[in-house]
């Protein structure tokens, strides 16, 4: 009862209240007037006689967040914490144990220890299973447990967890944590500059311009900036990295909304590092936002070659906007447009499929770059060159999102040792380990196919179904299951990239994995070849 007056009553009624942060009024004064009326008479007079104790709060929360999932993904109500954190991802520094974590009902998972932080100082490593933080368990911590682990500089904290079946405990000592943008940079082939941009916070342009002019130093006369799996961030650093490459004055990107204090063009502000070294930019499935802003551009304006899969596809621009109580509305504002028009958005949130999910854009728009070739809206970034192991998938999102590649590394790392990073080779009977695993695992991915012929299984005509129909349905349902197995190999290329990365960082930190990246990443091979082909090159832009 309780979680349907939660989803039918409140949800379309705070709805309006919380729309009001964000409206000009225009015509619509007396309705949201009316409407918030209704909705402070509904709120008091529920919480005054529903049969059971209520918790204001939580129903207030509740419906709140189950509203703005109707919109986007983007767009969330940020509660006092949530603006914290906000803060901290965005500047780059905080205080706390220095791991990338997972949260769960019952658990917090490390993802990532930083190396040389102080969860690497006390022995914690990914997949491991924190269940109590000091005296308080997980499972009694009802949201945001994992701001338990954050704290003051020099202050301890003791942290119960299990690896591999095994509970241990240890004490972590907080530090200052400064988490950097550009997390490596090197020379490669003598005269080529690698530069890695992993988010775009308070320190990417800043970071950036010192690794490149620092390779710039060391003679490098080519550059490789690598955005992949680079989750975007400040649209600020965006705009101030592509000016390293581009002029001052030229424009980057354009921002439409309807409210039209929001429109506005970003154009660069400072002086370049440098207009003409030969650039290429490796972007992925998981490069977004900020990323596709820079690549996008950058392609737009015929100043670098774009290489690996296409992008995400996130064209939609956030503002947080201050509510009451230290809380804060993140909504999406408006789309972004890059250098030639185009906008790369690729779900719409505004028209969804019969079971609720945003259409994907199938129909794309051509623009042109300033040279005049070809580029499309409506997809993420396309690639000036496609390397096919970028390339995303659903089994292996599947596999990623269901934690199935994380934790065969974490069983990987605790069943072999491993000295030198390049020691390390996955071959074909790691790959058969894998298969295996996978049948074992609680894995379940459900093709659209195997969704459609469960759902005439199971509808009003299911009755009419011989014996035999019934018994066929299963059938080929158990035959889809073992295919799934066999798709497998044919995604092997894809899902052995993402093995490889998942375990080289369990033994050698993100450095090794980079330094690995060097001699067998075939993006990275692909753009090194490709920068010393000045006619290809030059031909790939023209």
């Known amino acids: 009862m309780k979680e349907i007056l939660k989803k039918r009553v409140l949800i379309p009624i705070i709805a309006i209240t919380l729309l009001i942060a964000g409206s000009s009024f225009k015509g619509d004064f007396f309705e949201i007037a009316k409407q918030i009326e209704i909705f402070t008479t509904l709120f008091k007079e529920l919480n005054m006689n529903y049969v ?36 901290i991802n965005n500047a780059g520094e905080y205080s706390g144990i220095g791991a990338i974590v997972r949260s769960y009902k019952d658990k917090i998972v490390i993802v990532e220890p930083y190396k040389g932080y102080p969860a690497d100082k006390a022995g914690l490593k990914a997949g491991d299973e924190i269940i109590k933080i000091g005296d308080i368990a997980i499972a009694d911590v009802k949201d945001d447990a994992d701001e338990l682990l954050k704290g003051a500089s020099n202050t301890s904290v003791g942290i119960t967890y299990v690896r591999q ?28 500059g690698y530069i890695v941009l992993l988010k775009f916070n308070k320190k990417a ?16 006369n080519k550059i490789i900036l690598d955005l992949r799996d680079n989750p975007g961030g400040l649209l600020s650093e965006a705009i101030n ?18 409210v039209k204090k929001f429109n506005r063009e970003y154009k660069t502000t400072n002086q370049p590092v440098d207009t003409e070294i030969p650039l290429v930019v490796l972007v992925n499935g998981r490069s977004a936002s900020a990323s596709e802003i820079v690549s996008g551009s950058l392609q737009d304006l015929d100043r670098a070659v774009i290489v690996g899969a296409r992008s995400f596809g996130k064209g939609l621009v956030q503002r947080p906007l201050k509510l009451t109580y ?4 993140k909504v999406t504002i408006s789309r972004y447009y890059t250098a030639s028009g185009r906008c790369i958005q690729s779900l719409d949130y505004w028209n969804r499929d019969e079971n609720g999910n945003a259409v994907k854009n199938t129909q794309f728009r051509d623009f042109k770059t300033k040279n005049g070739r070809k580029v499309q809206d409506g997809g993420g970034v396309l690639p000036d060159i496609e390397i096919a192991a970028a390339k995303t998938n659903t089994l292996t999102q599947a596999l990623l999102s269901g934690n199935v590649i994380f934790d065969f590394a974490t069983d990987y790392y605790y069943n072999n040792t491993l000295e030198k990073v390049m020691d390390f080779s996955f071959n074909d009977v790691n790959f058969t380990s894998f298969k295996n695993y996978v049948s074992k695992s609680n894995f379940d991915f459900e093709t659209k196919a195997e969704k459609a012929l469960k759902e005439a299984m199971a509808g009003e005509d299911s009755a009419l179904y011989s014996n035999s129909v019934t018994a066929n349905y ?24 993402n093995l490889e990365d998942e375990i080289l960082k369990r ?15 075939e993006a990275i091979m692909t753009a090194s070849v490709l920068l010393n ?10």
């Open 52 to 87: 059971d104790e209520t918790n204001p709060a939580e129903l207030m929360d509740t419906a709140i967040k189950n509203m703005l999932e109707e919109l986007d993904p983007y767009t969330k109500f940020l509660n006092e914490q949530d603006v914290e954190s906000f803060k």
């Open 205 to 220: 342009t800043e970071q950036t311009k010192k690794a490149l002019l620092d390779l710039k130093n060391d003679g490098a």
């Open 241 to 258: 990295v592509t000016n390293l490459f581009i002029p001052k004055g030229e424009l980057v990107v354009t921002t439409k909304s309807k």
């Open 165 to 192: 079946g095994e509970t241990k405990s240890t004490t972590v000592n907080r530090e200052s944590i400064e988490v950097d943008a550009v997390p490596y940079y090197k020379m490669i082939n003598g005269n080529t």
């Open 533 to 542: 082909d000045n006619g290809k090159y030059r031909d790939i832009l023209k």
């Open 507 to 521: 033994y050698f930190y993100r450095e090794g994995l980079y330094d690995y990246h060097l001699q067998n990443d």
């Open 326 to 329: 230290g809380t804060q509305l």
């Open 474 to 497: 299963k059938s080929l349902l158990l035959e889809m299951d073992k295919s799934k197995i066999m798709a497998l190999d044919k995604y092997k290329a894809e899902i052995q990239k």
